[in-house]
């Protein structure tokens, strides 16, 4: 009895403090008393436990009360987009409620609950830490917010940027505001910079190249200025014009009335295009001894050990919703990223904004018999498994961009045009948010009346 309360007891420390279901390769794991007590555990947990160890819902329960219906509580829009890119037609589903990966693959459906679990929802508000450096956090209401910097008044620290960015860095929103732009993965990519011939430090996982940074950012705003608690629960949306009132006619004229802020003042945006995910249950790590930096700190350190064991060392990565290590290892890859190019398309709500690829898979699998269930599946009833998305860079710079930026870019024209052989952009079949242009508002970027509006602004 006694060792089974001790079992317990380390287990939901693990649950709830953040600790790792297994120390990595070689540490003493942290099993699950068994599989229905384990879900027990994990149900609780994800579902009434907000504050597990904390007391913050005794005085905010109100608050409690919608953190727990907010996006950022539930992880809908990630988890459903997903699921229904991957072939699940009717998903509805929350992180509390993700069912359990099928043992059984023939589909990418049969695969997607898996994929999620281990190499999306590292970001949650129970998982303290994934691995890379500067993505460590609390737990529950800790995960965003930091205690009370009084004992005497309930005066709550700000949320500071950094702690956002644990979450929302990379290619992600938020991942841009400091100027990072993240390299490709293959290690050549990881030229030595420092004086003494070492590589740079990393920071989320993986490597970046240095772009401009927001203005927000250097004039020293933090996210929550803008992004209140209002907007991060889906009650409002953040909007430039919640601060820029009165943007001057003369450099916002009527003909642009319907432009998304973003559209003209975002320096640089994130677009990553054909994200290959590659689930294999073997043992073989050679193949990847150039590739062991894929944004996923728990995977480096498997491979770099893997790769110098003399012992074979079965693949094994975590579910970070369970909580447990599963079997197979999950790789990916971008077949290219991009800074310039950006794709425009009408928003439903009538502006004209930007869109860009998040949701774009090519899905593998091979099972732990060398098997190859799934070979570079990348399209469903002859469409391809996508979703593209509307995309608020926060790269914003005062200047906005000049009129030719747009109205004279191939990049931008090229995916409506169908003539960009080097980047092969094509018209995005799926969309959320947002149609793309039609064929007149695409002919009239480079009519004589624009012609004729740009000469009369240069004289």
């Known amino acids: 009895m006694l060792s089974m309360m001790i079992t317990l007891k380390n287990w939901w420390s693990v649950l709830t403090q953040g600790g790792r279901a297994s120390a990595l390769l070689g540490g003493t794991e942290v099993p699950p008393p068994n599989g229905s007590l384990h879900a027990v555990l994990i149900t609780i947990l994800l579902t009434t436990g907000l504050t597990a160890g904390q007391t913050c819902?005794?005085?905010?329960?109100?608050?409690?009360?919608?953190?727990?219906?907010?996006?950022?509580?539930?992880?809908?829009?990630?988890?459903?987009?997903?699921?229904?890119?991957?072939?699940i037609t009717d998903s509805n589903v929350t992180l509390q409620s993700l069912p359990l990966p099928k043992k059984s693959v023939n589909?990418?459906?049969?695969?997607?609950?898996?994929?999620?679990?281990?190499?999306?929802?590292?970001?949650?508000?129970?998982?303290?830490?994934?691995?890379?450096?500067?993505?460590?956090?609390?737990?529950?209401?800790?995960?965003?917010?930091?205690?009370?910097?009084?004992?005497?008044?309930?005066?709550?620290?700000?949320?500071?940027?950094?702690?956002?960015?644990?979450?929302?860095?990379?290619?992600?929103?938020?991942?841009?505001?400091?100027?990072?732009?993240?390299?490709?993965?293959?290690?050549?990519?990881?030229?030595?910079?420092?004086?003494?011939?070492?590589?740079?430090?990393?920071?989320?996982?993986?490597?970046?190249?240095?772009?401009?940074?927001?203005?927000?950012?250097?004039?020293?705003?933090?996210?929550?200025?803008?992004?209140?608690?209002?907007?991060?629960?889906?009650?409002?949306?953040a909007r430039c014009t919640d601060c820029h009132k009165n943007p001057s006619p003369q450099n916002h004229p009527d003909y642009h009335a319907k432009i998304a802020c973003i559209a003209c003042h975002a320096s640089w945006g994130y677009s990553a295009y054909e994200l290959s995910v590659f689930r294999d249950d073997t043992p073989d790590y050679a193949p990847w001894k150039d590739l062991t930096l894929q944004e996923d700190g728990f995977l480096t350190r498997f491979l770099t050990k893997a790769l110098k064991s003399s012992r074979p060392i079965a693949p094994r990565m975590p579910d970070w919703v369970a909580r447990t290590m599963r079997p197979g290892l999950w790789y990916s890859g971008y077949r290219y990223k991009r800074?310039?190019?950006?794709?425009?398309?009408?928003?439903?709500?009538?502006?004209?904004?930007?869109?860009?690829?998040?949701?774009?898979?090519?899905?593998?699998?091979?099972d732990a018999n060398g098997t190859m269930i799934l070979d570079d599946v990348h399209t469903r009833n002859g469409h391809p498994i996508e979703?593209?998305?509307?995309?608020?860079?926060?790269?914003?710079t005062r200047r906005a961009k000049s009129c030719e930026q747009c109205h004279a870019n191939p990049l931008i024209l090229s995916p409506y045009r169908g003539d960009n052989a080097v980047l092969g952009l094509k018209v995005p079949k799926r969309m959320i948010g947002a149609v793309p242009l039609s064929k007149k508002q695409i002919d009239r970027m480079q009519s004589m009346k624009y012609k004729k509006e740009r000469l009369r602004r240069f004289q």
């Open 107 to 237: 589909t990418p459906a049969d695969l997607v609950d898996d994929f999620l679990r281990r190499k999306c929802l590292k970001c949650h508000v129970f998982n303290r830490n994934s691995g890379e450096k500067g993505m460590k956090r609390g737990v529950g209401c800790l995960a965003c917010h930091t205690p009370h910097r009084s004992s005497g008044s309930c005066q709550r620290a700000p949320v500071s940027t950094a702690r956002c960015q644990s979450c929302h860095n990379k290619g992600y929103i938020g991942g841009g505001y400091d100027g990072r732009f993240p390299k490709d993965h293959h290690r050549s990519y990881r030229a030595p910079l420092t004086p003494e011939g070492h590589f740079p430090p990393q920071k989320y996982g993986i490597d970046f190249h240095h772009l401009n940074e927001d203005i927000h950012h250097r004039k020293g705003m933090q996210c929550a200025q803008c992004h209140t608690a209002q907007t991060l629960r889906g009650e409002a949306k």
């Open 57 to 87: 819902t005794q005085c905010h329960s109100k608050a409690a009360t919608k953190c727990r219906q907010s996006p950022h509580y539930t992880l809908t829009h990630a988890i459903n987009i997903t699921r229904k890119v991957w072939g």
């Open 387 to 396: 979703a593209w998305l509307s995309y608020a860079p926060h790269t914003i």
């Open 339 to 366: 800074w310039e190019d950006v794709v425009l398309a009408n928003y439903d709500d009538g502006r004209i904004g930007l869109v860009r690829p998040l949701y774009q898979y090519r899905i593998s699998y091979r």
